[in-house]
């Protein structure tokens, strides 16, 4: 006779072995089998029959870990982007920061807490990019990585010429020196720095790893 908890323990069961390991995902999946379930023995139709209609309509086991995984890809790659927009987007915060802080009317480098901080917080966020341009490792999340290290290296780029002196209110006596804005390029250009670093040590490796597939294929 069947018995329709079994059936179900069983597909559960399945689910866990295709790779459906997540409790949430496979929770809602067995409260979607079980309401198309109800659902049909209302209209009259026996349990076992009701039980493959729904397992039908969900969708096989691999069929739902191919959707799975492709849904799990997709956050991934949409939280690798906004991690790298955020640490690039700090990076560039921090380090304007420390230029209104030394540089805003004229040229009065301070080492005070304040400096040191963002000192701090720009090793932090470096530190940051390097782990986010090693996970980086699908399409996507790499291309968005990228134009946001050229973009910020433009703008980086864009703030090297030295501050016009002259008359009047807002006019400086005294630009920043060299080392304070090639420093500040050099800072807005680490990303892309990192990134290139990561990228090419990739296709080293993979390089490598089709060497020596060819090798044992000999």
């Known amino acids: 006779m069947f ?18 390991t997540s409790p949430v995902p496979l929770d809602e999946l067995e409260s979607h089998l079980r309401d ?7 209209s009259g139709i026996n349990a076992q029959q009701t039980f493959e209609n729904a397992v039908t309509r ?12 492709k849904s799990k890809g997709m956050k991934r790659i949409i939280m690798m982007i906004i991690g790298w927009f955020a640490a690039i987007g700090t990076l560039v915060w921090l380090v304007l920061g ?11 480098a301070t080492w005070d807490t304040g400096t040191w901080l963002s000192f701090l ?23 968005m990585s990228l134009l946001a290290c050229i973009l910020v290296a433009g703008f980086a780029v864009s703030l090297f010429p030295a501050e016009t002196t002259g008359q009047g ?4 006596t005294q630009p ?10 050099l800072l807005l250009c680490v990303p892309g720095i990192i990134w290139f670093c990561w990228r090419r040590r990739r296709l080293a490796q993979s390089d ?11």
């Open 98 to 108: 420390l230029s209104f802080h030394w540089n805003f009317w004229d040229w009065s």
């Open 58 to 69: 969900i969708g096989q086991a691999n069929v739902l870990k191919s959707e799975f995984n």
């Open 176 to 185: 920043s020196p060299f080392w304070f804005r090639g420093g500040r390029v």
């Open 208 to 218: 490598s790893t089709k060497g020596s597939q060819a090798l044992h294929a000999e």
């Open 121 to 143: 917080g720009i090793l932090i966020v470096i530190a940051a990019i390097w782990f986010l341009a090693k996970a980086s490792r699908d399409k996507a999340s790499r291309a």
């Open 169 to 172: 209110f807002l006019a400086r």
């Open 3 to 20: 018995n329709l908890e079994q059936a179900i323990s069983e597909w559960r069961r399945q689910m866990l072995t295709a790779g459906i």
């Open 36 to 42: 198309d379930i109800e659902q049909q023995i209302k």
